[in-house]
């Protein structure tokens, strides 16, 4: 009897010092990893100064140099954005505000182009090449100094899990090798085993159904990449349903497992949303100017009041409605807006819903925020004419603006700061990710056509579109980071005949730089069917021409001089069934329905 409860006392003790372990991942095991792989890719590209190599060498050092990057990046690039940019960003020319400077382009974009283009053993290629391999090594010494810890790991992975669907894939990563479709086998590959050897034990024994079909989904998604590896014929509407998106769900539920770390506010993304194609996905705040975050529901309200209320404006005859009709996609459908006198205003005007995912507004870029933009409207002379330190008494005639004022501030306002404040908080409200395509994609319906699903594996894919209109914003603001919201030379016409390129410089204005002229914010594409006329000035009337524009090579493409263009100036070669599935697929991004007000004023 003694022996059996010595017995058991013996195994309650190991018993209860087993649930008490603390389990440490190795996080320096997967450190190393990051750093050695950083060290290969340094090799490698060495290897391509070899001036005896021949073009398909060349090309297979350029891969394998990219695989090692792939996967050294979740955490490198974390830890420095704007390197890893360098890195792996596109060959274009580089523009230092700060000292007003054109970088040439480097990185191994730039290197993939000399190799494709078979310019080995150029001046350019070796200085191309120097310059990369510095790149990296400042990496590699920012990787090693850097201790990986939960909250990195957790971060970085979230981050890379967004570039394989909105980088890697669509090719914007891999422009003249199209390897991107290889590469995203490779990034998840590399989780896998960065998983194995930090996490995986300790979720094997909290939950090892989750981790069993976590790694299942992996090994599939893989597969799906090897089984459809060529760029144009990829299934990535398939890719992402039924492969990325689990691998995010398991991904997030071991994040939750773990207990290591819970994520926080201060990133663009929710950490909790299962994929990213969640109405929740994105952190409103993260994208708020800092002195008007945590708004209130009060503030709110006002705001949308405010929104259509003529008596902002000196004129008595404009509101911010005027030119952002609700039921029109909060823009007007007209070439340009009439100024408060009744002429044409410069440009056209895009929609509202969801601008607050933007760095930029206006089509020039010429406010970072916006409160700016809107603060831009008051002072326009052309529009509300209204000084922002200033306040509207007018609009107090209406009684309820005293409540309404009291409620969100505490007092009646003596200056416009506060009604720009609380119309801002109104339009970051503006926002969609309910629309066809969102639940389709999220699995919560099955509608999608083949017309649609082509539309979207072309619009991502052969047709170029989600390399400037990132998904799943598809806006030009730049993942996974989201700290600038790209501007793009296209050459658009100044009529509808395509005979005659537009005189409007746009961002041309704020430096003067050669490189700038033509140069408009990348606007996004969700509601497009709510928003014509088409371009910064209105040009195009239907998707229809639109399309045809970028299937001819946009303004280059057309035979304008359009020396700095971005967009490649080559053909897409899309045929008219391909042309009409993109449009189609653009009609499953409308999502308006929720956007009505009550406080609707009559004719705008």
């Given at each position: 009897m003694k022996a059996s409860i010595g017995l058991f006392l013996i195994f309650c003790f190991f018993s209860c010092n087993k649930k008490e372990?603390?389990?440490?991942?190795?996080?320096?095991?997967?450190?190393?990893?990051?750093?050695?792989n950083l060290t290969k890719a340094?090799?490698?590209?060495?290897?391509?100064?070899?001036?005896?190599l021949a073009i398909e060498d060349a090309k297979r050092l350029f891969e394998l140099t990219r695989n090692a990057f792939k996967k050294a990046e979740p955490y490198a690039s974390y830890?420095?954005?704007?390197?890893g940019h360098r890195v792996n960003g596109p060959a274009l020319p580089i523009f230092k505000e700060d000292n007003q400077k054109v970088l040439n382009p480097v990185g191994l974009q730039a290197l993939e182009e000399s190799i494709y283009r078979e310019r080995l053993n150029t001046p350019q290629f070796i200085r191309e090449l120097d310059i990369t391999i510095g790149l990296l090594e400042t990496l590699k010494k920012t990787v090693i100094k850097k201790s990986l810890n939960p909250q990195r790991f957790f971060i970085a992975t979230h981050q890379q899990l967004l570039r394989i669907i909105s980088l890697g894939i669509t090719g914007f990563d891999t422009p003249a090798s199209n390897l991107g479709i290889k590469e995203a086998g490779v990034s998840l590959q590399s989780l896998a085993y960065v998983y194995k050897k930090s996490i995986q034990y300790d979720i094997r024994g909290k939950d090892i159904k989750l981790d069993k079909k976590f790694l299942i989904e992996i090994e599939s998604a893989i597969h799906f990449t090897n089984e459809q590896p060529s760029f144009e014929d990829f299934d990535r509407y398939t890719f992402i349903k039924n492969h990325m998106n689990p691998i995010t769900r398991s991904w997030v539920a071991i994040?939750?497992?773990?207990?290591?770390?819970?994520?926080?506010?201060?990133?663009?993304?929710?950490?909790?949303?299962?994929?990213?194609?969640?109405s929740n996905t994105f952190n409103e705040a993260y994208f708020t100017s800092s002195i008007n975050r945590n708004v209130s529901v009060d503030q709110i309200t006002l705001g949308e009041k405010?929104?259509?209320?003529?008596?902002?404006?000196?004129?008595?005859?404009?509101?911010?409605?005027t030119c952002h009709h609700p039921d029109k996609g909060y823009s007007d459908n007209k070439i340009s807006s009439l100024d408060n006198k009744g002429n044409p205003l410069q440009r056209n005007t895009p929609t509202l819903i969801n601008s607050v995912y933007q760095r930029s507004f206006f089509w020039d870029g010429r406010s970072q925020t916006l409160l700016d933009q809107i603060s831009s409207v008051f002072t326009n002379t052309k529009e509300f004419d209204n000084a922002v330190h200033q306040f509207s008494e007018d609009i107090l005639q209406d009684s309820t603006y005293v409540r309404l004022f009291k409620k969100a501030?505490?007092?009646i306002s003596n200056k416009n700061t506060e009604v720009i404040k609380a119309i801002s908080s109104y339009i970051s409200t503006l926002n969609g990710f309910d629309s066809k395509f969102d639940k389709n994609i999220r699995g919560e319906e099955d509608t999608f056509t083949e017309q649609e699903k082509l539309g979207f594996n072309l619009f991502t894919g052969k047709a170029l579109c989600a390399t400037c209109h990132f998904i799943p914003l598809t806006n030009g603001t730049v993942p996974p980071?989201?700290?600038?919201?790209?501007?793009?030379?296209?050459?658009?016409?100044?009529n509808m005949d395509n005979k005659e390129l537009d005189n409007d410089y746009g961002f041309y204005w704020k430096f003067k730089?050669?490189?700038?002229?033509?140069?408009?914010?990348?606007p996004t594409v969700r509601n497009a069917t709510l928003t014509a006329p088409y371009m910064h000035n209105g040009v195009y009337e239907s998707l229809d021409q639109v399309m045809e524009f970028y299937n001819l090579g946009g303004g280059a493409g057309l035979g304008f001089n359009v020396a700095h263009q971005t967009l490649p100036f080559d053909k897409l070669e899309l045929d008219d069934e391909e042309l009409k599935a993109l449009v189609a697929y653009l009609k499953t991004l409308t999502d308006s329905s929720k956007h009505s007000s009550k406080f609707v004023m009559d004719n705008y």
């Open positions: 372990a603390h389990y440490e991942p190795n996080w320096t095991a997967v450190q190393n990893y990051y750093s050695n340094i090799g490698l590209l060495n290897e391509l100064r070899n001036e005896d830890l420095n954005p704007e390197v994040r939750k497992k773990s207990g290591l770390w819970n994520g926080n506010s201060s990133y663009p993304f929710n950490f909790d949303a299962p994929t990213f194609f969640e405010l929104f259509f209320d003529k008596n902002l404006s000196k004129t008595k005859n404009m509101a911010c409605a501030y505490g007092r980071f989201y700290t600038e919201t790209e501007k793009e030379v296209i050459g658009v016409p100044k730089e050669p490189l700038h002229k033509g140069m408009f914010k990348t």
